[in-house]
């Protein structure tokens, strides 16, 4: 039995993108949002604010989506190599994307109910109290989006296939996407009751604050939604645009009697597509040729060629 260096031949499939900036900057943002958390849960219990109180288990919320992303960015590096996964982690931080949306989706839902019942039925605001929580929010989550919003640039790109950064791919990090709605909700947030409250105490208008709370529901559940949309067709393994597929397909067949009898374009990470095309032909040739074909298909990071020869009927 021949012994032949295979090494030519075989496929890559760490397509995972390594962003060590946006892990580094959600960590502390995690810290801060932490931090300020306990502080406010803390001085609105010792205080009997419950505009404190409300606003600590708010940044809660958010704390909790952002161990959510630094849990997806380490455990797609810890696993990268790990054969279990047929291509690679590059779907985990997609995944960590998807889970942030559904929890600032749930965010969402509870402001928008608790602002409905108190427009029918107001409570007493305390309103310098709920003033000075919202100003201190508003400065920690400008921090925050400051941190983020320069990071969503992945670094250590681990593929082989360079030519996806020669041809200035834009790579999409959706955990970290995520993670900076969740700032922007906090921010929005505290804007929209900043400007409630201001005018509640100084002109009466105190149904304002309901008003906007269910406003800045209403955007949250819109970006919510927006990175849904973005993130579940990857996890569902969507193809690609029809007219790029057509446009390959139309490619393999120009040249020589190829026909092209089954094709699969999937998602393996934010970025990177695999590929699966069947062609039958009178007159194989190597795959190679037919790779070299499709070269100019620069989305395309894994691609699997089958020939087929279609015999002459006698």
């Known amino acids: 039995m021949h012994r032949t260096d295979l090494s030519s031949w075989q496929h890559r499939h760490d397509f995972a993108e390594n ?18 958390m306990i502080a406010e849960i803390l001085a609105g219990t010792f205080y009997g604010s419950m505009a404190l109180l409300a606003d600590g288990w708010h940044m809660g919320t958010h704390a909790a989506a952002f161990l959510i992303t630094l849990f997806a960015y380490r455990y797609a590096r810890k696993h990268a190599d790990n054969p279990v996964f047929s291509f690679g982690t590059g779907k985990v931080s997609v995944l960590g994307g998807f889970s942030s949306a559904i929890a600032l989706g749930i965010v969402a839902l509870i402001m928008l109910v608790e602002s409905t019942h108190r427009l029918f039925s107001p409570a007493q605001i305390h309103f310098n109290e709920a003033i000075l929580v919202a100003v201190i929010g508003l400065i ?29 791919h ?36 105190n149904w304002l604050d309901s008003v906007m709370g269910i406003v800045g529901a209403l955007i949250i559940s819109r970006w919510a939604f927006g990175l849904i949309k973005q993130t579940s067709p990857i996890l569902l393994d969507n193809s690609i645009d029809p007219h790029y597929q057509q446009r390959m397909i139309d490619t393999l067949e120009a040249a020589d009697d190829n ?12 970025d990177h597509y695999a590929a699966v095309i069947s062609l039958v032909t009178q007159h194989p040739k190597p795959a190679q040729e037919y790779k070299q074909l499709l070269t100019e298909f620069d989305k395309i990071s894994h691609l699997t060629i089958e020939v087929n020869q279609c015999r002459e009927p006698h």
């Open 140 to 168: 920690v989550n400008v921090v925050c989006a400051f941190l983020l919003h320069d990071a969503d640039h992945p670094h250590g790109h681990t593929h082989s296939h360079h030519h996806h950064l020669e041809h200035g």
């Open 259 to 270: 026909q092209v009898c089954d094709l699969h374009i999937w998602k393996v990470s934010a």
């Open 170 to 205: 834009e790579h999409e990090d959706h955990n970290l996407r995520a993670a900076y709605f969740h700032v922007l909700a906090d921010a929005l947030t505290s804007v929209l009751a900043i400007i409630a409250l201001v005018l509640g105490k100084y002109l009466g208008l």
């Open 19 to 36: 962003n060590i900036l946006g892990e580094k900057r959600t960590f502390w943002v995690f810290l801060l949002t932490l931090v300020t």
